[in-house]
Structure formats: structure tokens, C-alpha cells
Nanobody
Framework: QVQLVESGGGLVQAGGSLRLSCAAS????????MGWFRQAPGKEREFVAA????????YYADSVKGRFTISRDNAKNTVYLQMNSLKPEDTAVYYC???????????????????WGQGTQVTVSS
């Protein structure tokens, strides 16, 4: 069982930056691929970024590529999402998720993730 707790959300002006953190419990965190998703009001949850267990592979949605960076620190059981050049359309609740599959590629599909955090609100004002 893995528990995930996001933090770092808040209100920021367009063009600004935020860094989200996701702290995981459990000794097997370092074996999981991790992902970030987001859900804006009235919209479906969508994929943002994913990172392999080692951090050697990363995968981004086209909408955030070049602006967001996913990283992880397995010694701290934490995954990060650095968000730069934020836009009002980035406003959403951001969720981290853990994928416990082994020897599979990174996924943008919600159903492949086994554990989810409670989310953290990011609001970007224009």
C-alpha cells in the first residue's frame, strides 16, 4: 500500500512558477513509476507528466512540454513537478499517482495508476 500526499499548490500570476511535491509512504516507492495528472473545473482529469522508477525516463503532455519538469528523489520518497511559465489554462487540481507495474513503459492512462493522492489546487491568474 502506498499513500501519496501532494503539496506546493497555490495562487500565482501568469508567467510565474510553482513547484509541487508528492510525498509517498511505503518502502517500495523507488520501484514505482510516478505520474502527475490535473483536473480543471468541468473537465476530465488529464495526464501531465510521468517519470520512471529510476528517473531516467520522462514523458510529458504536449501542453506542458518545455514548461514543466518532473523529477524524483527516491531517498526522500518524493516526486516533484516544477512548473514554469504558468498560464491561466494550467489552473486545476493536480494529483500525483503511482504505477506499480514492472517492465512497462510510462503511461498517460489513468487506469494504469494504482494509487492516488488527494490533490493540490493550482490557480493561475491572468
Amino acid at each position: 500500500q502506498v499513500q501519496l500526499v501532494e503539496s506546493g499548490g497555490g495562487l500565482v500570476q501568469a508567467g510565474g512558477s510553482l513547484r509541487l511535491s508528492c510525498a509517498a509512504s511505503g518502502r517500495t516507492f523507488s520501484s514505482y513509476a510516478m505520474g502527475w495528472f490535473r483536473q480543471a473545473p468541468g473537465k476530465e482529469r488529464e495526464f501531465v507528466a510521468a517519470i520512471s522508477w529510476s528517473g531516467g525516463s520522462r514523458y510529458y503532455a504536449d501542453s506542458v512540454k518545455g514548461r514543466f519538469t518532473i523529477s524524483r528523489d527516491n531517498a526522500k520518497n518524493t516526486v516533484y513537478l516544477q512548473m514554469n511559465s504558468l498560464k491561466p489554462e494550467d489552473t486545476a487540481v493536480y494529483y500525483c499517482a503511482a504505477d506499480q507495474r514492472v517492465n512497462y513503459g510510462l503511461s498517460s492512462i489513468m487506469d494504469t495508476y494504482d494509487y492516488w493522492g488527494q490533490g493540490t489546487q493550482v490557480t493561475v491568474s491572468s
